[in-house]
């Protein structure tokens, strides 16, 4: 019997692929209000050229992966596919007896084929003929989508292409509407007897049990060392994946994600601990990368202090967040750490001299200021005032002009009068003022707005 589902309460790609079908019951409340971007519109052509450009477009990545993962972007060749589908079948094989999925590999993957019921990684587009734009696309999202093979969260024919397919494979696929949305698609986005043609990148999978480790499995099993890696090491490439595209808050939740699961794990030997401090290492260097492309300083301090095998990089992206943090002594401190390990190392002199240079600017600034501060023993109160107000204002905006730094602490010697302007005006400046504790004293600091 067909199921009736109300569409404005929502349904599963499982109910809708059902053999008996799915009917929508529309109540009064339904109008046609729907985004013309998601509306199936026949009349939307373009021309070879561009289609050719977009398909070449979509596959091309020639972004740097500072997190270690394998890229093979560049081993894929450009090819003309053509506008319309009959060309692009041309080029494919039939990956099913009956021909009603076809595929071209656009880049080979390594290793085995995709067990069944896998947890896999992609990012893909899929495209009705003739039409401009994806109608689906992970990469408009801005992120890979992760899905578990056979479980009906896919149409079939993807599902069933996905399982052909190896780690790192890029693949076009042709999808005849039996695999589809069938016979009457699902207005308005998809149109009736819709062949569909998916670019697919298989960027990882966890096989069945290694999938279970993180979705199914109790406490004692998940504990697993050996279980828990397989399932940490997805996260990871997850995690490089949204780094390498700017993602970096989902790079950070699939870091803590995985450092949450491996710090839980059973260890049963030593060598199984020096893997896992390897892996926790690795972990919470790239989430202080992370924190620092997000601002967050402190969080970064944190992470690099949880790195148990520090490298120069640790080093070197403790100092960027001290220095971001106002903590210039500090911060050339872990600089100079990690060029006792790499003592050429380009990057750690580099920051090394940034740090220098804002200790020493804000120093230059703070003496004269200082200085100004004593020419003005002779004047009145409301000369010195005025005088006071405009040094404060020109200390507030020098450090909302440096983008490098989110913090900046105040010196001590500098007049209680000077101070209390210098307040006042970060505060009218949307800046922030804090106090904090350290070595038995009081360290005032400006704080940028978006200093976390």
Same mark, same amino acid.
């Given at each position: 019997?067909?199921?009736?589902?109300?569409?404005?309460?929502?349904?599963?790609?499982?109910?809708?692929?059902?053999?008996?079908?799915?009917?929508?019951?529309?109540?009064?409340?339904?109008?046609?209000?729907?985004?013309?971007?998601?509306?199936?519109?026949?009349?939307?052509?373009?021309?070879?050229?561009?289609?050719?450009?977009?398909?070449?477009?979509?596959?091309?990545?020639?972004?740097?992966?500072?997190?270690?993962?394998?890229?093979?972007?560049?081993?894929?060749?450009?090819?003309?596919?053509?506008?319309?589908?009959?060309?692009?079948?041309g080029k494919m094989v039939d990956l099913t007896p009956d021909g009603k999925i076809k595929k071209l590999i656009r880049q080979n993957g390594v290793g085995e084929i995709v067990p069944q019921e896998s947890l896999v990684t992609i990012k893909y587009s899929g495209y009705f003929?003739?039409?401009?734009?994806?109608?689906?696309?992970?990469?408009?999202?801005?992120?890979?989508?992760?899905?578990?093979?056979?479980?009906?969260?896919?149409?079939?024919?993807?599902?069933?292409?996905?399982?052909?397919?190896?780690?790192?494979?890029?693949?076009?696929?042709?999808?005849?509407?039996?695999?589809?949305?069938?016979?009457?698609?699902?207005?308005?986005?998809?149109?009736?007897?819709?062949?569909?043609?998916?670019?697919?990148?298989?960027?990882?999978?966890?096989?069945?049990?290694?999938?279970?480790?993180?979705?199914?499995?109790?406490?004692?099993?998940?504990?697993? =060392?050996?279980?828990?890696?397989? =399932?940490?090491?997805?996260?990871?490439?997850?995690?490089?994946?949204?780094?390498?595209?700017?993602?970096?808050?989902?790079?950070?939740?699939?870091?803590?994600?995985?450092?949450?699961?491996?710090?839980?794990?059973?260890?049963?030997?030593?060598?199984?601990?020096?893997?896992?401090?390897?892996?926790?290492?690795?972990?919470?260097?790239?989430?202080?990368?992370?924190?620092?492309?997000?601002?967050?300083?402190?969080?970064?301090?944190?992470?690099?202090?949880?790195?148990?095998?520090?490298?120069?990089?640790?080093?070197?992206?403790?100092?960027?967040?001290?220095?971001?943090?106002?903590?210039?002594?500090?911060?050339?401190?872990?600089?100079?750490?990690?060029?006792?390990?790499?003592?050429?190392?380009?990057?750690?002199?580099?920051?090394?001299?940034?740090?220098?240079?804002?200790?020493?600017?804000?120093?230059?600034?703070?003496?004269?200021?200082?200085?100004?501060?004593?020419?003005?023993?002779?004047?009145?109160?409301?000369?010195?005032?005025?005088?006071?107000?405009?040094?404060?204002?020109?200390?507030?905006?020098?450090?909302?002009?440096?983008?490098?730094?989110?913090?900046?602490?105040?010196?001590?010697?500098?007049?209680?009068?000077?101070?209390?302007?210098?307040?006042?005006?970060?505060?009218?400046?949307?800046?922030?003022?804090?106090?904090?504790?350290?070595?038995?004293?009081?360290?005032?600091?400006?704080?940028?707005?978006?200093?976390?």
């Open positions: 019997m067909t199921n009736c589902k109300d569409p404005l309460a929502g349904f599963t790609l499982k109910e809708l692929m059902a053999d008996d079908g799915l009917t929508f019951d529309f109540g009064e409340e339904f109008k046609d209000d729907i985004d013309d971007r998601y509306k199936y519109n026949p009349n939307v052509n373009i021309a070879d050229d561009d289609l050719i450009k977009f398909m070449n477009l979509e596959l091309s990545d020639d972004e740097e992966d500072t997190q270690n993962t394998p890229d093979y972007s560049n081993k894929i060749e450009p090819i003309s596919l053509g506008l319309n589908f009959d060309k692009v079948k003929e003739g039409q401009d734009d994806p109608y689906d696309s992970s990469h408009m999202r801005g992120s890979p989508d992760r899905y578990r093979l056979n479980q009906g969260n896919l149409i079939w024919g993807l599902d069933l292409a996905i399982q052909s397919m190896k780690k790192h494979e890029v693949s076009i696929f042709w999808i005849h509407p039996d695999y589809a949305y069938g016979e009457l698609g699902c207005l308005p986005l998809v149109p009736p007897q819709a062949e569909v043609m998916f670019i697919v990148h298989l960027i990882d999978y966890l096989d069945n049990g290694s999938a279970d480790t993180g979705e199914n499995l109790n406490r004692e099993q998940r504990n697993i =060392f050996a279980q828990v890696k397989k =399932f940490v090491h997805h996260l990871l490439v997850s995690g490089a994946d949204n780094f390498k595209h700017g993602q970096y808050r989902r790079a950070i939740r699939d870091y803590k994600r995985a450092a949450n699961n491996i710090e839980d794990a059973q260890l049963d030997n030593e060598e199984e601990e020096a893997e896992m401090k390897r892996i926790v290492s690795r972990i919470y260097q790239n989430l202080a990368i992370c924190y620092n492309k997000e601002n967050m300083p402190r969080q970064a301090c944190i992470a690099c202090n949880k790195v148990v095998n520090k490298t120069c990089k640790t080093y070197y992206h403790y100092g960027k967040a001290l220095t971001k943090m106002g903590e210039y002594s500090q911060a050339i401190e872990q600089l100079e750490l990690g060029l006792n390990l790499s003592p050429n190392d380009a990057d750690l002199i580099k920051q090394i001299n940034i740090t220098n240079d804002f200790n020493m600017k804000y120093s230059v600034i703070e003496k004269q200021m200082w200085g100004k501060c004593l020419g003005l023993d002779n004047s009145n109160e409301d000369a010195r005032n005025k005088e006071y107000k405009k040094l404060a204002i020109e200390l507030c905006e020098e450090f909302m002009k440096d983008e490098n730094i989110l913090r900046q602490p105040l010196s001590e010697g500098l007049r209680p009068e000077v101070g209390k302007m210098i307040r006042k005006e970060a505060l009218a400046m949307g800046l922030n003022v804090t106090i904090h504790e350290r070595y038995g004293k009081e360290v005032v600091y400006l704080e940028k707005p978006n200093y976390k």
